[in-house]
């Protein structure tokens, strides 16, 4: 009998632990995204963002500007007429062997007849002027290609980053045709994402929304912005929170009710055209924060109207290298290896 009481008493202690730390009551009470997905602001922002890239006031105030500063600026845009791409890269503070790496391959710009330019996006630490900060410094004085803001950088800070990003670009490099938002590990071809664009322009009509037409203002030119010209194209994927209590990426029910995410393209590489970078800058001030910054554009795209593009040409993994398999990678992850990548890149660019 005492021994039925210990395995019955086991039991429910099992239960109770699966259903407490796996989330089990999170996965049951969650909300249908297909019947009630509403993220805050809690109304159609389209019109807002229409009034903003306007230049007219909007009828609702913003709820999501982040009041940090860029510490340093660049000039490369301001001279060009033409930049076909910009490379906004993504980097961690110590990362200079990834940075230097970048510097020696797809950031050297050397696509015939097209314009393309890099720079590199970064936050501070809490230290101060540490060794890392003045390394830094000497660094943005010799290649003048890094933009540093005064935020924490930190993995939950991914999207003050992004967004950070966004905002620099809305405020001093609005020409460009196309943006390519990347991590500093990944393997970028620029010539295929170049090659992928300019079929990507000709192809998505009628994706988008088709009540979302705005005109805006561009150095004095009102310019129309169709549903075709907003691209955001990336490796889709379709999926829901984690739940568990133990996982890194887990999302309480306070913090995202909903049974799935919006599609979302994942963070690591992903294109947006010129009209999407405007578009979805100006939309996240009317979108609440949210810490993963692929959900948070996941969130922003669907809240303006703006359907992602799935390309399989974009790994959010490693894929294997061989030169006939990297022929059309337009993205690969996980470049850690600084002479691996330089190395995969010749071979790719200079043959």
């Known amino acids: 009998m005492r021994h039925r009481k210990y395995k019955y008493f086991a039991c429910v202690s099992i239960l109770i632990y699966c259903y407490y730390y796996l989330g089990v009551s999170d996965y049951l009470y969650s909300k249908s995204f297909k019947d009630n997905f509403d993220y805050p602001l809690n109304v159609d ?15 609702v105030a913003p709820i999501n500007y982040y009041p940090y500063r860029f510490l340093s600026n660049s000039g490369k845009c301001a001279t060009l007429h033409k930049i076909d791409l910009f490379i906004a890269v993504k980097s961690a503070m110590n990362h200079f062997g990834h940075r230097n790496a970048i510097r020696r391959t797809y950031a050297q710009n050397k696509v015939r007849g097209r314009n393309v330019q890099t720079l590199f996006f970064l936050g501070i630490d809490r230290r101060g002027k540490s060794d890392t900060q003045r390394a830094i410094e000497k660094e943005m004085a010799e290649f003048k290609d890094i933009i540093q803001m005064d935020f924490h950088d930190d993995y939950f800070n991914n999207t003050i980053k992004t967004v950070m990003t966004f905002r620099w670009l809305y405020e001093h490099c609005s020409k460009a045709d196309f943006y390519l938002f990347t991590d500093d590990d990944m393997y970028i071809s620029v010539k295929n994402l170049l090659n992928y664009v300019d ?15 705005m005109t805006y203002t561009d150095n004095d030119v009102t310019v129309a912005t169709e549903d075709s010209n907003l691209i955001f194209a990336g490796y889709v994927f379709k999926s829901a929170p984690q739940r568990f209590r133990s996982s890194k990426w887990r999302v309480s029910l306070e913090e995202y009710p909903w049974n799935r995410w919006p599609p979302y393209v994942t963070a690591g590489a992903y294109v947006v055209s010129n009209s999407a970078m405007k578009t979805m800058y100006v939309a996240s001030l009317f979108v609440k924060h949210f810490r993963f910054d692929d959900i948070y554009l996941g969130i ?8 992602p593009t799935h390309c399989p040409m974009f790994h959010f993994y490693k894929k294997k290298y061989s030169k006939d398999a990297y022929s059309d990678v337009i993205a690969s992850h996980g470049y850690s290896d600084h002479e691996e990548l330089i190395t995969v890149w010749n071979e790719q660019n200079n043959s």
């Open 45 to 59: 922002i389209k019109p807002l963002v229409a009034d903003v890239l306007s230049g007219r006031t909007p009828s």
């Open 300 to 307: 922003v795209a669907k809240k303006v109207g703006i359907k």
């Open 199 to 213: 079929e990507l322009k000709y192809s998505v009509k009628d994706r988008n929304d088709t009540d979302f037409e």
